[in-house]
């Protein structure tokens, strides 16, 4: 009857705002499974937590999981360590004088890891890695991360954990290094450089740490998805027909350490997938295609956390890959017969990653969750958007495909918004021009430069060469913006592709040539 229907309908409805909660604080004795979101400790999430929360919200509160039906659709399962504890953990171990000093970062960390934790915040981690038997990304979470106007994504340290040590207190004992090591990142010269020249003081920050499941699979003690990436609502360098406000997207084979390092990874419009400028003749293929890929050793011969955080993961060639079975969902060949590109793996040739089987073949909708994730985004955050994301894609056709949204965050839109054409200009006035540029605007207090000539510029010197441009730009940082010019590539992970400076080093220069 109409009553009884009414109170099926209020149960059920109870039941799903209480399913919906995003964030559950985790139970004295037990973690529970079923919840994507806990929260071991109190205070803030911190940005990151936030946008994850955020997303988890974004996706339960749509029919967007419904328009994919056969596809997992989720955020991983994640556990924050809120602000509270590190604020106990700094004023506890007494940190604050030392780590506002100008102690480098290795002394920093020392600092840190020399310190302890509460009884309490131990006793909630064992809760949790008891319960918890996957590899974790053990991720910064600080006040201003990922906020709109002053973010400082991708300063502070991650640090990718095999969690899979028989030994209960060996699992715990990485989990606190690893939580340590982040919240010593807070206080690195990079963070307190780019602190420095804003309008917060490093005195505010907090950090928030998320003890996040990776998404991937185990490939012969190799662990990693089939593919990772990042999509981003605003184009600022369109090609042919597109237009900015359609999007781009980048892709890797593997974890998404190709990506976040500038390595080769595969550039597409979300709305024109089948534009891949980048790959206009085959030798243009072979140059521009990813040649290697990240994955976490399962197995490694030495302590995950031993070598910082570059170290932590391995590079692996696409022979791998292709061994392990996941370069099929990726990767086409240039055939040694006819040099023509060949969307099978059942050729002779050079494997090459294309994408082909998602891109033009379908065998996954990426596209068309990518773009209905960047229109969702947009209208929920009320500004531009950038995602990352990862895809698990399984030979056992019983095995739903997995999307996992690792991220969404508000996009940095510095710069101008419209193209700049400098028709009018005179070339005889005219520093410098390139058909190859990244950001946009006007600068006009410039009269320095600090070169780099070439004719002595010498590859196996790059990290001394690194150091010298870091005086100057101490001493010219304050009173003197200025442009640095150089060959090869500035910030390279590779010293012998260019100069392998970081933020803090040239944080002084308005622009970079």
């Known amino acids: ?40 400790s109190g205070g803030s999430l911190g940005g990151k937590a936030r946008g994850l929360a955020f997303a988890q ?29 590190f604020d106990e953990f700094m004023k506890e171990n007494n940190l604050w004088t030392d780590a506002l000093s100008k102690k480098t970062n290795k002394e920093i960390s020392k600092l840190f890891l020399n310190s302890n934790f509460s009884s309490d915040l131990r006793n909630s981690l064992k809760v949790f890695v008891k319960s918890v038997k996957y590899p974790l990304a053990v991720r910064s979470s600080s006040l201003l991360e990922d906020s709109q106007y002053q973010p400082l994504s991708g300063m502070y340290a991650t640090y990718m954990l095999p969690n899979n040590s028989k030994k209960l207190n060996d699992r715990l004992s990485d989990i606190i290094t690893a939580i340590k090591l982040v919240y010593a990142s807070t206080f690195f010269q990079g963070p307190k450089s780019l602190i420095g020249g804003s309008v917060h003081r490093i005195e505010q920050e907090k950090m928030a740490v998320i003890l996040m499941e990776m998404v991937g699979q185990n490939y012969n003690d190799r662990y990693y998805p089939t593919f990772s990436g990042t999509a981003q609502s605003f184009n600022f360098y369109p090609v042919s027909y597109l237009q900015r406000d359609e999007g781009v997207a980048h892709l890797a084979l593997g974890l998404g350490r190709t990506i976040a390092n500038g390595e080769k990874s595969l550039r597409f419009s979300p709305k024109y997938p089948g534009i891949l400028p980048q790959y206009y003749s085959i030798k243009a293929t072979l140059e521009n295609s990813q040649n290697a890929f990240y994955a976490m050793n399962l197995n490694p011969k030495a302590h995950p956390l031993l070598n910082g955080e570059e170290k932590n993961l391995s590079s692996y060639n696409l022979e791998i890959a292709e061994q392990d079975g996941s370069l099929k969902w990726s990767g086409s060949i240039i055939s040694s017969e006819d040099n023509v590109i060949r969307d099978s793996l059942s050729y002779d040739g050079t494997r090459v990653i294309t994408f082909a089987p998602i891109l033009k073949w379908v065998t996954f909708p990426l596209v068309d969750i990518l773009n209905d994730l960047i229109i969702m985004g947009k209208e929920a955050l009320g500004c531009e958007v950038e995602i990352e994301y990862a895809v698990n894609l399984f030979d056992n056709l019983k095995k739903n495909p997995e999307f996992a949204l690792l991220q969404i965050k508000p996009m940095v839109m510095g710069g101008s918004r419209e193209i700049i054409t400098m028709e009018e200009e005179s070339l005889d006035e005219v520093l410098c021009t390139s058909k190859v540029t990244l950001g946009d605007g006007f600068i006009d207090d410039v009269s320095h430069i600090v070169f780099v000539d070439p004719k002595r510029f010498k590859p196996a010197m790059t990290k001394d060469i690194a150091k010298e441009i870091h005086a100057i730009n101490q001493t010219m940082i304050k009173q003197h913006p200025y ?29 970079i040539v």
């Open 1 to 40: 009857d109409v009553h009884r229907a009414y109170l099926v309908d209020l149960i059920e409805n109870t039941i799903k705002n209480r399913e919906a909660r995003q964030v559950v604080e985790i139970q004295r004795d037990t973690f529970d499974h079923t919840k994507r979101f806990t929260q071991i």
């Open 483 to 511: 442009i640095l010019v150089g060959p090869g590539r500035w910030g390279s992970a590779d010293p012998w592709l260019g100069v392998p400076v970081n933020w803090e080093q040239i944080n002084g220069a308005s622009a």
């Open 57 to 85: 919200k974004m996706i339960r509160s749509s029919d967007f999981r419904d328009r994919y039906d056969g596809i997992d659709i989720n955020i991983p399962h994640a556990a924050v360590v809120g602000t509270n504890s």
